[in-house]
């Protein structure tokens, strides 16, 4: 159905903001359209990476993948001119570009590697191009959200955006090149400090919080605790996030067809509560706990 016919018969939302007399529209119906096509690419793509393979390796169909790179690009340069790049602004559309650039990236990533074995350099080149463009997409979109928006509302859904942004910029810092040292430090500590204030209304990004936060340079988390609270994570609350948080969210993947089970959030809270234990029975910790 086109977006003209479907216009006529859905409805519309408006908004005002309390300082303005003005009703925004939503423009629901076309953002609506625009998600479910793009959630039928992923599911189309998950199938094809997952489904009915051993672990989703071994039996990838690149040029099928290249296709749905072109797909993607392709559902990206026909959405309707509310959902432009320039025109979104409610969290919901800048949601939307968000979901698209973070699997385009994930994608791309799958493809480099499978370009670089074949020794395809010219089609390497221009998914590195797609890929270093969706990055830089990406970050800047999650810089306009916390000007618009703020990370501070509780939301479910913008800490898989958080953690995939903190992971992003502490690779470029791990691998020393690429965008100045300081671009990528100021992008950690926004994710890490997005990833404190969602922890305060949901368990799931404060465990990534200190994921992340475990991952940091000591200079870096003093930093941090210069723009928020410091939390204090005893040995007893690992303890009790290793028991309660049995998730399979994969932290800090490369190649998503490929991942150990080491980068599950839950075993990785797990692996920190085993060392809070060990670190708690040390003679050393005892004769601090016990002197005056």
Known sequence: MSQDMS????????????????????????????KMDLISLISRIGAKLFGGTNGGTGDEDNTDLSEYLTLLKNWYSTLPASLAPSAIIFPSQLKLHLLYHNVVINLCELLVASAKESEASRTSEEIL?????SRICFETIMRLYYLRHGFASADTYIAHDL??????????????????????????????????????????????FHVINGEMSEEDTALLYQFMTSW?????????????????YPCDIVKITNYPDSKRLGNLIKQYADLAISEAQSPTNSEATNSP
């Not at 191009?129 to 463009?133: I, R, T």
């Not at 502490?170 to 950690?188: H, Y």
């Not at 994570?233 to 049995?246: E, F, I």
């Open 163 to 208: 953690a995939v942004l903190a992971f992003m910029a502490l690779g470029k810092l791990k691998d020393g090149g690429g965008a100045p040292k300081e671009d990528s430090r100021s992008t950690l500590l926004l994710a890490a400090k997005g990833l404190g204030d969602q922890g305060r209304n949901y368990y799931f990004p404060f465990t990534l």
């Open 7 to 34: 216009s006529q018969w859905t409805g519309e939302f408006l908004l005002r903001y309390p300082l303005s007399q003005t009703l925004c529209p939503m423009h629901h119906a076309e953002l609506f359209k625009a």
């Open 129 to 133: 191009a797609q890929l270093s463009h």
């Open 232 to 248: 204090k994570d005893d040995g007893v609350s690992k303890q009790v996030r290793a028991k309660h948080v049995q998730a399979q």
